[in-house]
């Protein structure tokens, strides 16, 4: 199911990876990476940089692990109570693909605030409350933009809103751990 074909129509990997504005450099945490569909295509466009794709299912990381063998710039690792064996600043990118309405009262955005550098930025792409309601998570579970906005703030993030109309189902955010003027 995570791995639809028709998700390409509402969720395109590209579009989302697009999203990451990546030099191909990067250390890139796909924090719940699920079947490492995303990782995958990552991991393409990392060709100096790396993917570390971490969940905390068992079977996902039996998935991932199978799915990412022969990728020699592709790390999996399996976390458990949102502790990442990675160092403070050790990260320019977290993706957070459909995983913040599974982490809700969890402390996964102050783990993202602590591995990313100060330059780096935090993805934020999850199904939208207001949005239509036909696929996806119950509706109670989801966020709205307003909630996951204020979220990702109380984790010490500062907040912005890249354009982007690709995603009928889903919010996008882009999450920063330190004041931006400050970093140049
Ligand atoms: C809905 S799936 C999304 C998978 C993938 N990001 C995608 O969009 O294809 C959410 C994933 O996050 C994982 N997950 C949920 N809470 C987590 C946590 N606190 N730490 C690590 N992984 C978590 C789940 O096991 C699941 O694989």
Redesign the pocket.
């Known amino acids: 199911m995570?791995d639809a074909a028709e998700r390409d129509a509402y969720l395109p990997d590209g579009a989302v990876a697009d999203l990451l504005e990546l030099t191909g450099a990067e250390t890139v945490l796909?924090?719940?990476?699920?079947?490492g569909?995303?990782s995958l295509v990552l991991a393409e466009r990392l060709p100096n940089g790396r993917v570390v794709a971490?969940?905390?299912?068992a079977e996902?990381i039996v998935h991932l692990a199978e799915r990412l063998a022969s990728v020699s710039n592709a790390e999996v690792i399996d976390?458990n109570g949102?502790a990442v064996p990675l160092d403070d600043g050790s990260v320019d990118r977290v993706l957070a693909?459909?995983?913040l309405h599974?982490?809700r009262s969890?402390r996964?955005l102050e783990e993202m605030h602590r591995l990313l550098r100060a330059d780096g930025f935090l993805l934020v792409i999850d199904w939208n409350r207001d949005g239509p309601s036909e696929l996806g998570p119950p509706t109670e579970l989801r966020y709205r933009l307003q909630e996951a906005i204020a979220e990702c703030e109380k984790a010490g993030f500062q907040v912005e809103q890249p354009p982007s109309d690709r995603f009928p189902y889903h919010f996008v955010l882009r999450a920063y751990p330190a004041n931006r003027a400050a970093v140049t």
């Open positions: 995570l796909d924090y719940g990476a699920g079947t569909r995303i971490v969940d905390e299912s996902m976390i949102n693909l459909n995983l599974e982490v969890e996964a």
